[in-house]
């Protein structure tokens, strides 16, 4: 089996790449900068090549020849836009469209798309808006069986979550809060990388819609308060007012670089991020996953020598 996986050098890329290397699949991974992936090329059967998938001609020579294409492309933040900005157009709906294309013309019966908890086309954020579309846009070609997948927040070694909001009470006194009382069910990024690699080697799952979220439901300030506590630092968190919270949200969006938060997310946040089951979606379980609890994974990398596990992550051990 091999696979082309977009998105591949980050976060649950670089967890998942390990996962599937030890299940002897190979794994092609483009990147626009190769030494972005160099953590990955000490994986056996894992390819890194630098590549621009913008071009067409590009995504479909990557494409071509693959038993499955798994896509974890996404973004947070975008410039505005109705329904949503361009940068999540082209992320969230125009790439996944142009690979469920490439799929069809090359053949590739499998495509596995990473959306998110919360996809709605008619909700509150241009964040939720796209990863919709973008879930339509996969499944648009009826020759390509494509599996979504919807997670809440992940967790894990060498998160961009707990990770941040730990540095922040190792230098700030107290930690003023937007949306301090929305609900997320943070998930460990094993178990979303296992979750992967057993929808691709279980046909059944072709068509389906998994969401995946932990064991437990937290708030966001109950979340940063466990950050601190188990980076050593723990420090008073203050709620702040939806009106605070809008005008720190615009003084972000206008500093250099990755804002901290922005309006989209304070409206991404109007709707709990928590696992909903219905009939016409599964969960991590109907995979046979035994969820792994924050409590049982946060304390060892948020720890101030945590970093030897994080290495050892991105290590793939």
């Given at each position: 089996m091999s696979v082309v996986m977009f998105g591949g050098t980050g976060f649950i890329?670089?967890?998942?790449?390990?996962?599937?290397?030890?299940?002897?699949?190979?794994?092609?991974?483009?990147?626009r900068h190769a030494q972005h992936g160099d953590h990955l090329k000490r994986l056996p059967g894992v390819d890194v090549i630098e590549a621009d998938v913008r071009d067409d001609a590009t995504l479909q020579r990557l494409v071509d020849g693959h038993t499955a294409v798994i896509n974890l492309v996404g973004i947070l933040h975008s410039d505005r836009g109705t329904p949503y900005g361009k940068a999540f157009r082209r992320a969230h709906v125009e790439l996944p469209q142009r690979i469920a294309d490439a799929c069809a013309r090359a053949?590739?019966?499998?495509?596995?798309?990473?959306s998110a908890l919360g996809a709605d086309v008619r909700g509150p954020s241009m964040y939720q808006r796209s990863k919709a579309d973008g879930e339509q846009a996969a499944r648009s070609r009826a020759e390509v069986a494509a599996t979504i997948f919807?997670?809440?927040?992940?967790?894990?070694?060498?998160?961009?979550?707990?990770?941040?909001?730990?540095?922040?009470?190792?230098?700030?006194?107290?930690?003023?809060?937007?949306?301090?009382?929305?609900?997320?069910?943070?998930?460990?990024?094993?178990?979303?990388a296992e979750a992967f690699v057993r929808a691709l080697f279980e046909p059944h799952s072709a068509g389906n819609i998994y969401e995946l979220g932990g064991?437990?439901?937290?708030?966001?300030?109950?979340?940063v308060r466990l950050a601190g506590r188990y980076a050593g630092h723990e420090r008073k968190v203050v709620a702040l007012p939806d009106?605070?919270?809008?005008?720190?949200?615009?003084?972000?969006?206008?500093?250099?670089g990755e804002p901290l938060i922005t309006r989209d997310n304070l409206d991404s946040m109007k709707v709990d991020n928590v696992v909903t089951p219905s009939t016409k979606v599964l969960t991590a379980e109907a995979l046979g996953i035994k969820l792994t609890a924050l409590e049982a994974v946060a304390p060892a990398y948020l720890a101030p020598d945590g970093q030897l596990d994080v290495l050892r992550a991105r290590a793939g051990r």
């Open positions: 890329g670089s967890h998942l790449a390990a996962r599937l290397a030890e299940r002897d699949v190979r794994v092609v991974v483009p990147t053949g590739a019966p499998r495509y596995l798309h990473m919807r997670p809440s927040v992940v967790f894990g070694p060498g998160d961009n979550f707990l990770n941040m909001f730990a540095r922040l009470q190792r230098h700030l006194p107290l930690v003023p809060l937007a949306g301090a009382n929305a609900r997320f069910q943070p998930v460990y990024v094993g178990d979303v064991p437990h439901i937290y708030t966001l300030g109950e979340l009106a605070v919270a809008h005008l720190q949200a615009v003084f972000f969006e206008m500093l250099p």
